[in-house]
C-alpha cells in the first residue's frame, strides 16, 4: 500500500487529492482557495476555514499540514506527487518524471499556456519543497492528442510557422482519454469510434477511434470550437483584425474579450449553465438564442467527427454541464436521428437510474453519461510510470 498525492495547481487555487494505490481509494480531497486574495481559505474534505495563504508555498504547507494532522505517518507512505500540466507541447506526450530539466522545458512552454503552465510550475516547486524526496511526476493536458494526424493538427499557414510549434495541440486530454476509455470498455469493443464531449466552463469535443484522439476541438491555445462560458469557441479572425484596425481595441483588449467575456456570459448574461436554463425555461429570449447557438456549435462537431470517424459507436457527456444538464444532451443530440443518434428523454432525466446509458432502445449510437476524474487518471498514469 502506497500514497501518491495528486495536485492542480491554478493561479489562485491549489487543488489536492490523496490516493491509495494500486487501490484507488480517495482517502482525502480538499483545495487551498483564493491563493494571494484577502479571503483566502482551506477545504478539506467538504469542511471550509478561512486562513491566510499568501502564496503556493503556503498553501502547500498548510495541506501538508493537515493531512499528517489526519493520518499519522503520511510522510512515509507518500510514495508520489502526480501533477496536472496543462501543455506539453511537442515535447511531453507521455507522463514524465519531473526533473531540473523538465521543468525548464515547462517554463519554455511558458508562452503558449500563459494562464496555465506557470501555476502549474509554481505547484510542482512547491511540492519540491515541502516533500523534498517523493517523485514528482507531470501529466500533461495536451498529450492524449499526440495521436492527432497532421492532416488535422497543421494550420494552412506557411511552413516556418509549423516548424516553430505553431500548430494544433488540443487540451482537456486527461478527461478524453480517461471518458474515451470508459466508454471503449463499456462497448466492449476496442477498435470503438467515440465522440467525448467534455462541456465544463472550458469546452472541448474529441473524435476518438480506437482509444487514440483523431481529432478536437480546442487548438494551439483553448479559444476554438464550442462556445464555453466565458470564451467564443469559433470566431473568423478577420474579427480580431477588424476590431484592432478599425474600431480602437488593442490586442490585449480583444484577448480578454475572447476569453473572458464571450461565450454564454456574452450571450445569455451568466457562465453558469444553470442561470442560462433557469431563463431558458422562462423562456428568456437571450437563454433561447444562446442554449441553440449551444447546442448548434456541438452538432456541427458531431456531424464533423462522424465523418472524419467514418461512422460511431458512442457519443459520451461528461464534465460540469455534461453531466448534469440533461437539457444540452437534449439539444445537442437533437434531429441527428439519422446518424442513429436518439436520445431516450425519460432516461436522460435521470442518467444515473440507467448506469449512465441513456439513448434510445434499438438506436445504433450508445450515448452515455460518463463523470470524468482527472485525479483518478493521473493517479494511475503515475502509479504505472513509477511501479509497473
Ligand atoms: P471547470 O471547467 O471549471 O472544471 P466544470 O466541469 O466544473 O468546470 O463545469 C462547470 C459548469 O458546469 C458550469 O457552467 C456550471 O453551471 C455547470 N453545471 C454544474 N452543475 C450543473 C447542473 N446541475 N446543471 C447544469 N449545469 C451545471
Known sequence: MLLILILNAGSSSLKFRLYEM????????????????????LNINGESVKTTIPD???AMELIKE??????????????????????GGDRFIRPTVITDEVKQKIKELFDLAPLHNPPNLTGIEAAEQYFRGVSQVAVFDTAFHRT??????????????????IR?????????????????????????????LHLGNGASITAIDAGQSKATSMGFGPLPGLIMGTRSGDIDPSVIFYLVENQDYNIGDVKRILNKESGLIALAGSNDMRDV????????????????????????????????????????????????????RQLASKGLDHLGIVLDLAKNINPQAFQ????????????YVIPTNEELAIARKTYTLLYE
Open 22 to 41: 494500486p487501490a484507488e481509494k480517495l482517502i482525502l480531497k480538499g483545495l487551498a482557495g483564493r491563493i494571494g486574495e484577502r479571503e483566502s481559505y
Open 56 to 58: 503556493h508555498g503556503r
Open 66 to 87: 493537515e493531512i499528517s494532522h489526519r493520518l499519522p505517518g503520511f510522510s512515509e507512505k507518500l510514495k508520489a506527487i502526480g501533477h496536472r500540466v496543462v501543455h
Open 148 to 165: 492527432i494526424p497532421e492532416t488535422e493538427h497543421r494550420y494552412a499557414i506557411p511552413e516556418n510557422f509549423y516548424r516553430e510549434g
Open 168 to 196: 494544433q495541440y488540443g487540451f482537456h486530454g486527461i478527461s478524453h482519454e480517461y471518458v474515451g476509455k470508459q466508454a471503449t470498455e463499456r462497448l466492449g469493443n476496442t477498435g470503438a469510434k467515440i465522440i467525448s
Open 277 to 328: 436554463e433557469q431563463d431558458y425555461a422562462r423562456g428568456k429570449p437571450e437563454a433561447v438564442l444562446a442554449m441553440e447557438m449551444y447546442a448548434r456549435r456541438i452538432k456541427k462537431y458531431i456531424g464533423a467527427y462522424y465523418a472524419l470517424l467514418g461512422g460511431l459507436d458512442a457519443l459520451a457527456f461528461t464534465a460540469g454541464i455534461g453531466e448534469n444538464s440533461p437539457l444540452v
Open 356 to 367: 449512465g446509458e441513456i439513448q434510445a432502445e434499438n438506436a445504433k449510437v450508445k450515448i
